[in-house]
């Protein structure tokens, strides 16, 4: 969305952390929140990731105040919100299916949480005026919804959620019903727009890519835990367990065995020497296919890399990348990507060829074997 120059007259005030302890939330029996702690630092992005029915919703609507959780406390800052109705909350939202007033014009629209409020027709107009121009849809005031395309209504509730300068912005899955282009460029314009309001956001997504692209930090849920809260970085290059590592990006596992002096193997291929452990633990490596690289076995330097060997089974051509996969001795299958431009020789892959793939020892990734951590 393009910079507004007084950021004053579209922006949110000052940004507010919000603190969530021993949040729990069931459905009968089961527990669609399940004691979440989470800190969610003040302006941050923060993206909850997680599988459809992982509780993604249900831990929104919490912090919204539109579900009454069972157990724990959410403060907005030092203030104890559990029992504030939504409404006194003063976070503004964003859903999927942009439940916008469809009798309303655009404006209309953008100006009724300003109404609500109580706040006078001039400041109004002027403060709804900024909120098109930050979301780009500038002398659409007067449209009906009906005349706007998925993309400028999702501008319509975004600029609808942010005009009354809400120290919290939640959003569930608010581009979901959007085609992929739009979607990837919505995605960085939402970016730059929670730059320039410096609003503390939570946004909800089952995209891993999404969550990648956007965020500051993204916490991970699975059956209504948090799994993981770290940097786009952290989180795929140092996934914390199995489920982090299969639920983004491509891996694949392979088992490691122990020999109880500090050194990993998978097989024959020395994986790490000094790994701490307690005995009890199996551990897996997770390769990421893009790290693996065409090696030619005499010539890699095996303190710096370890080679696999093995017959290609599959190969496919997918565009910007190819996709492969080696089998090692007929017992594991190694996933492979690497990039299609004309120089490269691995572009003439065929399946029953023989190769090496190198990983770099700075590429290795070690996880516990199983979901839990
Ligand atoms: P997500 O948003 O990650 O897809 P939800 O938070 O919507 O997941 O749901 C988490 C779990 O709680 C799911 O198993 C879902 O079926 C259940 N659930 C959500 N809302 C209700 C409800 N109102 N009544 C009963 N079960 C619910
Ligand atoms: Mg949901």
């Known amino acids: 969305m393009s910079s507004h120059p007084d950021s004053e007259s579209s922006g949110a005030s000052t940004a507010l952390p919000i603190h969530i302890q021993g949040l729990t939330k069931k459905y009968g029996q089961m527990f669609a929140l399940d004691s979440v702690d989470l800190e969610v630092k003040s302006g941050e992005f923060l993206t909850l990731l997680g ?28 203030t104890e ?22 009798h309303m014009s655009v404006a209309e629209n953008i100006a009724f949480p300003l109404k609500l409020r109580g706040i006078a027709a ?20 007067d449209r009906d919804i009906e005349q706007l395309s998925g993309g400028q209504r999702q501008r319509v509730a975004l600029a609808r959620a942010f005009v009354f300068r809400p120290r919290i912005l939640l959003m569930d899955e608010p581009l979901s019903a959007l085609d992929k282009k739009l979607r990837e460029q919505m995605q960085i314009e939402l970016k ?25 930090r993204i916490v991970v849920i699975n059956h209504g835990k948090l799994t993981q809260i770290d940097t786009p970085h ?33 097989q024959d291929h020395l994986v790490e020497t000094d790994f701490k452990t307690d005995a ?24 710096k890399a370890i080679v696999f060997s093995g017959v290609v089974r599959d190969f496919v051509f997918q565009g910007e990348t190819a996709f492969a996969l080696m089998s090692i001795n007929d017992k594991y299958d190694l996933a492979f990507r690497f990039g299609t431009d004309s120089s490269s020789s691995q572009n003439i892959l065929q399946a029953g060829d023989q190769v090496s ?17």
């Open 234 to 266: 952290n989180i795929y290059n140092h996934p914390a367990n199995a489920f982090v590592a299969d639920f983004i990006g491509e891996s694949t596992m392979l088992p490691l065995e122990h020999d109880g002096s500090g050194k990993l193997f998978f």
């Open 81 to 102: 919100v559990i029992l504030t109705p939504p409404h006194q909350r003063n976070v503004g939202m964003v859903f999927q299916s942009y439940a916008l007033f469809p």
């Open 280 to 303: 009890a633990r199996n551990w897996s490596l997770v390769i990421r296919p893009e790290r693996l690289f065409m090696a030619d076995k005499k010539a890699v330097d095996s303190e």
């Open 122 to 141: 001039a400041e109004t107009a002027q403060r709804v005026e900024a909120a098109l121009t930050t979301v780009q849809l500038d002398g659409l005031g």
């Open 357 to 373: 793939l190198g990983l770099n020892r700075s590429d290795v990734i070690i996880i516990p074997q199983g979901d839990d951590s």
């Open 192 to 216: 730059h727009l929670h730059e320039q309001l410096g609003v503390t956001t939570v946004y909800v997504t089952h995209d891993q890519r999404e969550a990648l692209t956007m965020s500051d």
């Open 51 to 78: 599988p459809s029915g992982s509780g993604k919703t249900t831990l929104l609507m919490a912090i919204a105040g539109f579900n009454r959780p069972d157990a724990g406390s959410i403060r907005f800052g030092e």
